[in-house]
């Protein structure tokens, strides 16, 4: 009897499955759920996921329980130990509680296309962006942007470009230069005209609903997978453990008892279990080995230059921190500091001169005793030496600021600049 | 331009199975539409080998005429004479470019891979090897070139198998399937892209994308900070084993299944190989279009070759010779690299204990049931997991690459 199957036993499953998926990817309403228990697990996961996603990072900045703002970073961020931003604005029930956005390898360019999916958690609103020096590598600086990277991110950052800026032309050149983008052919040809200057047609724009409605579904329906532990595992006991008054000299003699736990297998102040793992394996080869480092010219400036041209357009609140490394380290490493100081003054440079003038600078704190956690990374004393400028950033709440973008820093010529002597003060 | 990857994504699957809708209709009123099927095979092969690979496609167009000279030239002589140093000749010629491209890494040869190297190219230098050698046996008499090329590119294993055979091929594409049968194909063929959906997209997917690069990362971070050794390398062996064979296994199922709509039976290449009781039956269920021509054309051919020149007295003793240089081609035929050659050598060694074991089983009557089966198939697993582990190339990594 099985045998004498006709083709709609074959394909009619198969079509109406089709219709299904059609019909699930389509539908006009959202189809994710997330408990504010799943929005704070969120906030300090790491997920790439959410990285990449919008449904997650809108969800969090539209909760109308708890204040979350972002806080944009790379590696740093998933320090979470008891001084950690995320511990002491929970623990002291803030105004505001961050949106951890960035992991190892996030820098400006990951960053702003990451916020091209949560625009109205900047427009006029407050955040916080903590900056390393390692970005600003002379090659290789997008070795980690295949991880971070969407298509979502690029079809929002196309619907978003109204008229066509020096800055989209900037970051259509960028993607291109990008496999990911270069590997598809839609999204290559849409890019590919912004850099030229022409405008999308309608078709494009409809086109581009469609991937829109079609990755938001995928976002939607996947982005919140991953679960991950941090909050329960490392937030909830740190906790626990912090003083029960918001007070700083309490703070830091917990922090100086907590770091002096955790470090002293070495020399350099560096966490007990950091050096074991990641340093004490190739601890001879190390010596020296960073002598030839030098961040004082790198594309990244240009890509930073998007970031702020982004903050500007959305008329974003930001307070920049600048992470130092660890003086210990360094020297041993041969890092030149001269050079290391000279690439900050580059970006204060940047920052100031376009009105981004609330910068939290500890470059020169890298030699302070517990200040970071390990080579490049703040961690306790360094975390509440920040906390004291972010409590009164949010304390004080949005204020509009003025900022003047230059498209000058979009160039070459700035990329390039070896910020000494007058090179700075007569570069406009 | 428009690059299409074989079954890389959902898309593909629907220009694919659209462009197939006129064969299939063709089919299933008994007719097959040859030239069509060929147009479609060739505008899908063009697409896999255009724009930044352009120089892969001129490979593999330049490797075509090679093998087809060969092979034609070669039936043409065989018509007549039969030397056997013609016939060595002949095979290494067919031979060479692989072997050249396997070579070029090793010593920086850059040229060669880009004038030689393409997408499938072992692949498809086993099916003309294989003819080869059958011509030789007299088993395939008449060189067609339009069949030789159908057969070659034949579009939906073209670029990792599973290997199919000229004889069974050539059976296939000159007829039409009864309407019972193509409905039974196309039954089978909706069914085996569903699990390689599940196999590639969703499993391996989150063995290979997901787990796969923390777990090795995690593996050697901990293995350099331990003296090479930790457990992560076990994590990472199950999990490296595992998608192997759910990437490797779904591919094939795409393949079968675009070849059954095609109304080609191309063999099927895994039989639930994790499920084997012996390292034996392993190679019969694993990769299997690989391993059987493998057996066919080099494990049996050397068994004969040494039975004839009578090189070792014992049976026993020439088929383990066959075994451990059979498995050494393989090895070799993955790569030149250590970690290739000890997988193959594992595997050759592997296949002698398991007869030595086999024939001390049928003489002291050792127990069988189903505990014994059980644990045959958990040891077995074991060892396949662990020869994958050096397969992986992830020793090599912690060793070798500080």
Do not use: C
Request: hydrophobic share 45%; glycine share 4%; proline share 4%.
């Amino acid at each position: 009897m099985l045998k004498k199957r006709g083709l709609w036993w074959i394909f009619g499953p198969v079509v109406l499955a089709f219709v299904m998926v059609t019909a699930l990817f389509l539908a006009p309403f959202s189809l994710s759920y997330l408990s504010n228990k799943d929005i704070q697990k969120a906030s300090v996961s790491f997920s790439k996921n959410v990285f990449k996603g919008e449904s997650v990072k809108m969800a969090a900045f539209n909760n109308s329980k708890t204040n979350y703002v972002p806080f944009f970073g790379s590696s740093e961020l998933l320090r979470l130990d008891s001084m950690h931003p995320s511990v002491l604005a929970a623990k002291y029930r803030r105004n505001y509680q961050p949106f951890l956005l960035g992991q190892a390898g996030t820098e400006s360019l990951s960053h702003y296309l990451g916020m091209q999916e949560m625009t109205p958690a900047l427009h006029k609103k407050q955040a916080v962006f903590i900056i390393s020096q390692q970005w600003f590598t002379k090659r290789d600086s997008k070795w980690a942007f295949p991880q971070f990277y969407s298509p979502l991110q690029t079809v929002n950052w196309l619907r978003n470009i109204k008229t066509i800026t020096p800055t989209d032309r900037f970051i259509a050149k960028r993607l291109l230069e990008q496999k990911q983008i270069t590997d598809n052919s839609f999204y290559t040809r849409l890019v590919t005209k912004i850099k030229n200057n022409e405008p999308l047609s309608e078709t494009d724009q409809s086109l581009l609903i469609l991937r829109n409605r079609m990755l938001l579904r995928e976002d939607q329906l996947f982005s919140n997978f991953t679960v991950s532990n941090n909050w329960d595992r490392q937030v909830e006991p740190a906790l626990k453990s912090l003083p029960k008054t918001d007070n700083v000299s309490l703070l830091e003699r917990e922090a100086m008892k907590v770091a002096k736990q955790q470090t002293g297998n070495n020399e350099f102040g560096i966490q007990n279990s950091f050096f074991r793992m990641r340093v004490k394996p190739s601890l001879k080869k190390l010596e020296n080995s960073q002598s030839h480092f030098d961040y004082r010219q790198s594309d990244e400036y240009s890509d930073f230059q998007a970031v702020l041209q982004e903050f500007a357009k959305e008329n974003t609140d930001v307070l920049f921190i600048i992470q130092p490394v660890n003086r210990k380290w360094s020297k041993y490493t041969g890092l030149s500091t001269k050079r290391y100081y000279q690439s900050v003054d580059k970006v204060k440079k940047q920052l100031k001169s376009q009105g981004f003038n609330q910068i939290a600078d500890f470059s020169h704190d890298g030699g302070q005793k517990y200040f970071m956690q390990d080579t490049i990374h703040m961690g306790w004393r360094g975390w509440i030496a920040a906390d004291t400028e972010i409590k009164p950033f949010f304390a004080r709440g949005y204020q509009e600021p003025t900022y003047h973008i230059n498209d000058n820093y979009l160039s070459k010529k700035w990329q390039n600049l070896v910020p000494i002597d007058n090179n700075l003060k007569n570069f406009k | 331009m428009l690059n299409l990857q074989p079954y890389a994504d959902p898309q593909y699957f629907i220009i694919l199975l659209l462009a197939l809708v006129p064969l299939a209709i063709g089919l299933y009123f008994g007719k097959r539409l040859a030239w069509y099927e060929v147009l479609v095979s060739l505008v899908f092969i063009f697409l896999m080998f255009d724009g930044k690979k352009y120089h892969e496609g001129i490979a593999l167009i330049t490797y075509m005429i090679w093998q087809w000279l060969l092979v034609w030239s070669y039936t043409l002589y065989r018509k007549k004479y039969n030397q056997t140093w013609v016939f060595y000749v002949t095979t290494i010629l067919a031979i060479l470019p692989l072997v050249l491209i396997k070579i070029a890494p090793v010593v920086h040869w850059l040229q060669v891979t880009t004038l030689l190297g393409f997408m499938g190219i072992s692949y498809l230098t086993f099916r003309s090897v294989g003819m080869v050698m059958e011509i030789r046996d007299g088993s395939i008499q008449e060189f067609n070139p339009w069949l030789f090329l159908r057969f070659m590119l034949f579009m939906p294993t073209i670029s990792s198998g599973p290997i199919d055979r000229y004889r069974r091929f050539v059976t296939d594409v000159e007829k039409a399937p009864t309407r019972d049968k193509y409905l039974d194909m196309l039954g089978k063929s909706v069914k085996y892209l569903f699990i390689g959906f599940l196999y590639k997209f969703i499993v391996s997917h989150v063995l290979g994308t997901v787990l796969m690069p923390n777990v090795e990362r995690m593996a050697i971070i901990s293995a350099h900070a331990q003296g090479g050794w930790s457990w992560w390398i076990v994590a990472y062996m199950y999990i490296y084993g595992l998608n192997l064979f759910f990437d490797f296994a779904g591919y094939s199922m795409f393949a079968v299944a675009t070849g059954y709509v095609m109304g080609i039976e191309v063999p099927m290449n895994f039989n639930l190989p994790f499920l084997s009781k012996n390292l034996k039956e392993f190679w019969n269920r694993w990769h299997m279009t690989l391993s059987f021509w493998f057996r066919d054309f080099v494990f049996m051919r050397l068994v004969f070759l040494m039975m004839k020149k009578k090189w070792f007295k014992s049976r026993v003793t020439t088929s383990n010779v066959a075994y451990i240089i059979n498995m050494l081609i393989m090895g070799f035929w993955h790569g030149l690299k250590w970690y290739y050659i000890a997988y193959g050598l594992f595997h050759g060694i592997g296949l002698v204990i398991n007869d030595v074991w086999l024939r001390y089983k049928k003489k002291h009557h050792v127990p069988h049931n189903k505990f014994t089966n059980a644990l045959a198939i958990v040891i077995t697993f074991n060892v396949v997991m662990v020869s994958f582990l050096l397969f992986s190339g992830l020793l090599d990594k912690i060793w070798f690459q500080r």
